[in-house]
């Protein structure tokens, strides 16, 4: 079965948005757009609260939230008591964020990274699992 993928942001994003969802329709994955769906001014709560409780109502398995730098959008999904988000700025840190933190949303900062580094972190984002073991221990400490 294939990866249910939802993804969202706000202006600063929407250029990267665009071009990861593409991507993600190209290789047959499942996928919800959140917005925006243009590059007029919005507020990144509006798109990374209904992602985040997509994901959490198990209608999609992963998230990819854009804005300018990424933190705005993953403040707002982390509110939620069954999100795992978590900002990428580098390729080990989008495997690490899989691998330790179980993260069922990646934040990306596109003031900071180039279009090529977006494509490339969401693919590697989908394509690395949890490790388990002693993370599995830490991930469930997460939750309030």
């Known amino acids: 079965m294939s990866l249910r993928i939802a993804i969202g942001g706000d202006h600063a994003g929407f250029e990267y948005k665009q071009l990861i969802l593409k991507w993600l329709q190209t290789e047959n994955f499942e996928t919800a757009d959140f ?8 507020d990144y709560p509006e798109t990374a609260h209904p992602l985040a409780q997509a994901i959490e ?6 998230g990819i939230l854009i804005c300018g730098s990424g933190n705005g959008v993953c ?6 008591q069954g999100i795992r988000a978590g900002l990428a700025w580098n390729k080990e840190v989008v495997k690490l964020i899989r691998m330790h933190n179980d993260a069922n949303v990646m934040c990306l900062p596109a003031r900071f990274i180039s279009p090529e ?3 490339e972190f969401a693919k590697t984002f989908i394509n690395t ?3 388990g073991g002693r993370h599995a221990t ?3 400490k997460i939750s309030c």
């Open 35 to 42: 917005g925006p769906y243009t590059t007029a001014s919005i």
């Open 75 to 80: 403040m707002t999904a982390n509110k939620h």
């Open 117 to 119: 580094e977006a494509l």
């Open 129 to 131: 699992e949890f490790e």
């Open 138 to 140: 830490r991930v469930g």
């Open 57 to 62: 109502d198990g209608k999609y398995d992963l």
